[in-house]
């Protein structure tokens, strides 16, 4: 009984199995998943709805003669605000969620553009249109449920560590070498197909979000109290980011100017986020301990989203600019002249549009337009009286 009491006889506490340490630590990486997710959804959310209030500031001032009158309204700046807001929170999430599974998620940018335009600026939809929107958020279920769970201390250390790692130097010099043919291809040749030009964009944006994601990690540890910005990697990796962005968005605006919007959207979305997924599984080891049931349903939900996205942007017709101009045919009193045969002579100015509100007084006699003869009958007498206005033949000088 003495020996009972003994305390070295006395049981000790154990500590905490191996296997509880891995429970907590795979519900804390669900946490932190599911926060960067919402994250995401959550920022694309909000840019939709800046970019369609900034969509609907332009279409209420169509035809306005001042072009930047909707910098004097409400609701252009209110959408920018809801952008730089929208914005941040996407690049929040990058600092607690897999860049793998954050990268897709754009998708949802493309679904809520599509349903705010259906709600509030009244486009039309068609019912394989609600189909494939409904496989843009299958698409993004299976993106969120399946998506990577590797997480990792963005601190300057193991930034340096994935930086000169072989498998991402590797990736980098295939990066290089594609970029330089096509850049090549593109500016020598003249070689301005789509594709081309969205994977000059899709390379850039991969070093892009890799940036963004390191930059994000570190200033998220700082503000919790571990600093990071005294490493010289934090600096680096900010540069390339601004400036990947900078030569990213110059690329796309020559994209914008060669083909339309809906086209560059869903193969642009298709590119960059293939190329992403690609740069984040080499660079940070996103899908490193996962198993095949993850990554083939994950692969899924990308391709899903990918047809989704693809159907929605592919039925889109380009916005056609407004033009304020008169039919002739709608004017009073016009119509019978085009009974008769009689044609109308067009604006030789070359107005942007034919029947233009047009100040023609500084015109010289010989470039202004013909006027059409008025017979006037004189009842009683029987004659006809001379046309009170001249007529004039055109003969153009060269």
């Known amino acids: 009984m003495e020996g009972a009491n003994n305390p070295d006889l006395q049981l000790q506490q154990l500590p905490p199995t191996s296997t509880a340490v891995f429970v907590n630590e795979v519900s804390f990486s669900y946490k932190e998943n599911l926060i960067g997710a919402l994250l995401a959804i959550f920022g694309h959310l909000v840019v939709s709805i800046a970019l369609n209030l900034q969509k609907y500031s332009h279409i209420?001032?169509?035809?306005?003669?001042?072009?930047?009158?909707?910098?004097?309204?409400?609701?252009?700046?209110?959408?920018?605000?809801?952008?730089?807001?929208?914005?941040?929170?996407v690049f929040s999430s990058y600092a607690f969620a897999p860049l793998s599974l954050i990268v897709p998620l754009s998708a949802v940018s493309v679904i809520a553009s599509a349903i705010i335009g259906i709600i509030f600026i009244k486009e039309k939809w068609k019912p394989k249109d609600f189909l494939s929107c409904g496989l843009a958020i299958i698409g993004t279920y299976?993106?969120?449920t399946f998506g990577p769970n590797s997480h990792e201390k963005m601190t300057g250390e193991n930034i340096t560590k994935h930086l000169v790692s072989w498998?991402?130097?590797?990736?980098?010099?295939?990066?290089?070498?594609?970029?330089?043919?096509?850049?090549?291809?593109?500016?020598?040749?003249?070689?301005?197909?789509?594709?081309?030009?969205?994977?000059?964009?899709?390379?850039?944006?991969s070093m892009t979000v890799v940036t963004v994601k390191a930059v994000a990690g570190m200033l998220v540890l700082s503000i919790q109290g571990n600093l990071q910005l005294d490493y010289p990697?934090?600096?680096?990796?900010?540069?390339c980011m601004v400036a990947t962005a900078i030569y990213q968005a110059a690329f796309l605006s020559q994209a914008t100017q060669l083909y339309d919007s809906s086209l560059i959207a869903s193969v642009g979305y298709i590119l960059s986020t293939t190329v992403a997924i690609t740069a984040g599984a080499t660079f940070y080891l996103d899908f490193m301990g996962e198993d095949a049931l993850h990554i083939c349903m994950f692969a899924l939900g990308c391709l899903v989203a990918f047809l989704g996205v693809f159907l929605i942007t592919r039925n889109r017709k380009k916005a056609i600019p407004f033009e304020p101009y008169i039919s002739m045919d709608a004017m009073p009193g016009m119509q019978n002249l085009h009974d008769k045969g009689m044609t109308v002579q067009p604006d030789l100015k070359a107005s942007f549009s034919y029947g233009a509100l047009e100040n023609n007084d500084n015109v010289s006699e010989i470039y202004t337009p013909a006027t059409l003869p008025v017979m006037q009958e004189e009842h009683g007498s029987g004659a006809i009286s001379a046309p009170p206005y001249r007529v004039l033949e055109h003969t153009k000088r060269e």
């Open 233 to 239: 990697i934090f600096y680096v990796m900010l540069v």
């Open 142 to 144: 299976l993106l969120v």
């Open 60 to 89: 209420r001032l169509a035809g306005s003669k001042d072009p930047r009158a909707y910098f004097k309204t409400k609701t252009w700046w209110l959408g920018l605000f809801l952008m730089l807001l929208g914005e941040l929170g």
């Open 167 to 205: 498998p991402f130097l590797l990736y980098m010099l295939v990066e290089i070498i594609v970029f330089c043919l096509l850049l090549y291809f593109y500016k020598e040749k003249n070689v301005n197909y789509i594709v081309v030009i969205l994977l000059l964009v899709a390379l850039l944006g």
